[in-house]
C-alpha cells in the first residue's frame, strides 16, 4: 500500500503548518485560552478561508471531496500546534452525521460548515456512559428533547449541536440551535486547555435528522472518523514533544557536558521516535480504513491503532517529561501542555482497554 501523500495533501500541509505557526505560537494559544469563550472566532474564519472544513464534504455539497486522509494530515498538524478549536467536530463529525438527514438539511448545514459560519459540536456522551449508544437515555418526544449530555466539546459556545437521542422509533440524530430554549450549558475547562459542557435538555425544541442512512451507521461513521482524527492529533502532539525534548538536553548541561550526549538518553529518545514512527503507518493505514465499507474491518484497524497510540502516548510523554525535570511541568513550558493533551486524546473515543477488548472479542479471545 502506497502512503506517500500526494501533491496537493502536501500543499495542504505546508499551508495549514504556516498558518499555525503564524497564529497559533504557544504564547498566542494562551491568549486565545483566556478570551472569553476560550477560543478566537478569527482563527476560526481563518481555517474555513484555508479550505479545511470543505475537504470532507462532497462537490456537490459544495466541498473538495477529500477523504480521512486528509482529515489525518490536519489533525496532524493541529496536533503540533495544541489546537484548542473543535476543528474534528466540523471535519470528522459533522460530515459523518449528516449523512443521516435529507439533501436538503445536507446542503444547508454543510454550506455554513464550509464557510465557517456554523461550529458544529455533537452531544453524543451522557454520565457513566462509555462510548456506546445503547446507553443513550436522552429522549425525544414531540419535537423536544428531554436529558443530560456530558463533556461537550465548547458545548457552550457551539452555534449547532447534533444530539444523539432515543425517539419513537429507535436511536437517532437530532439538532439544536445555539439558545435555543430550555437547554442550559454549564461551561468549564477540560485539562488540556479546551473547553467542553455539560447540557441538560428540558423539553429543548430540535430538528430530526431523516431522510439518509441510519442514525446507527452515521454514529458509527462519525466515530470512526473523529477516532482516526484524534490518533493524527496524538501523532502530531508526540513529534513536537520528541522535537522539543532532544533540542532541550542538546543545551542542557551537567557534569561539564550536554546531557544529550550521554548514550542512556540518546536511546532513550531513540526509542521514543521509533514508537511515534509505529503510530504514523498505523494512523495512516486507519485512515484509509475509515473509507472501507466492511465494518469489521475498519474497526478493527482503528482499535489497532488506538491501542498503539496510547501506549506511545504515555511513553512519549512521561520520557518528555523526564528528561525535562521539574521545568517540564511548569506553565511556562509547552511541554507540560503537550503531555496534558496527549493524556487526554488517550481516553477520548474509547480508552484503551475498550480497544484491547474489542481486538480481543474480533480474534475470539473474549472471556
Not at 74 to 103: D, F, H, K, T, Y
Not at 117 to 123: D, G, K, V
Request: net charge negative; proline share 2%; with cysteine.
Amino acid at each position: 500500500m502506497n502512503f506517500e501523500l500526494s501533491d496537493e495533501q502536501r500543499m495542504l500541509s505546508d499551508s495549514l503548518t504556516r498558518f499555525l505557526a503564524d497564529k497559533y505560537d504557544f504564547e498566542k494559544r494562551r491568549k486565545y485560552m483566556g478570551l472569553e469563550g476560550g477560543l478566537d472566532r478569527d482563527i476560526w474564519t481563518g481555517f474555513a478561508e484555508l479550505g479545511i472544513f470543505a475537504l470532507p464534504f462532497s462537490e456537490d455539497e459544495g466541498g473538495l471531496g477529500g477523504s480521512s486522509v486528509e482529515t489525518m494530515i490536519v489533525g496532524e498538524a493541529m496536533g503540533r500546534a495544541l489546537a484548542n478549536e473543535p476543528w474534528a467536530e466540523a471535519m470528522a463529525i459533522a460530515p459523518a452525521l449528516l449523512q443521516a438527514g435529507s439533501a436538503e438539511q445536507r446542503a444547508g448545514l454543510a454550506e455554513g460548515i464550509i464557510g465557517g459560519e456554523i461550529m458544529p459540536t455533537w452531544a453524543h456522551l451522557e454520565p457513566g456512559m462509555i462510548d456506546r449508544g445503547e446507553d443513550i437515555q436522552t429522549a425525544e418526544q414531540g419535537g423536544k428533547l428531554s436529558g443530560t449530555k456530558t463533556v461537550v466539546t465548547f458545548g457552550a459556545e457551539a452555534d449547532l449541536i447534533f444530539v444523539t437521542a432515543k425517539g419513537a422509533d429507535g436511536l437517532g440524530l437530532y439538532l439544536v440551535r445555539k439558545g435555543a430554549d430550555s437547554m442550559e450549558a454549564r461551561a468549564y475547562k477540560t485539562q488540556d486547555g479546551k473547553r467542553a459542557a455539560e447540557i441538560t435538555f428540558d423539553g429543548t425544541p430540535c430538528e430530526p435528522l431523516t431522510g439518509g442512512v441510519s442514525a446507527e451507521t452515521a454514529i458509527g461513521m462519525a466515530e470512526a472518523r473523529a477516532l482516526s482524527a484524534s490518533i493524527a492529533e496524538a501523532l502530531g502532539c508526540m513529534e513536537v514533544a520528541i522535537d522539543e525534548t532532544v533540542e532541550y538536553i542538546k543545551g542542557r548541561e551537567q557534569f561539564g557536558r550536554p546531557i544529550g550526549s550521554f548514550q542512556a538518553l540518546q536511546h532513550i529518545a531513540a526509542g521514543a521516535v521509533v514508537e511515534k514512527e509505529q503510530v504514523r503507518s498505523m494512523a495512516m493505514y486507519a485512515s484509509v480504513m475509515c473509507e472501507d465499507e466492511d465494518e469489521t474491518a475498519r474497526d478493527l484497524a482503528l482499535s489497532s491503532a488506538k491501542v498503539k497510540m496510547c501506549d506511545a502516548s504515555r511513553n512519549v510523554g512521561q520520557m518528555s517529561i523526564q528528561l525535562h525535570g521539574g521545568v517540564g511541568m511548569t506553565m511556562e513550558y509547552a511541554i507540560g501542555h503537550y503531555f496534558k493533551r496527549l493524556t487526554m486524546l488517550e481516553i477520548a473515543w474509547g480508552d484503551r482497554d475498550f480497544h484491547m477488548d474489542r481486538l480481543c472479542e474480533a480474534g475470539g479471545l473474549a472471556a
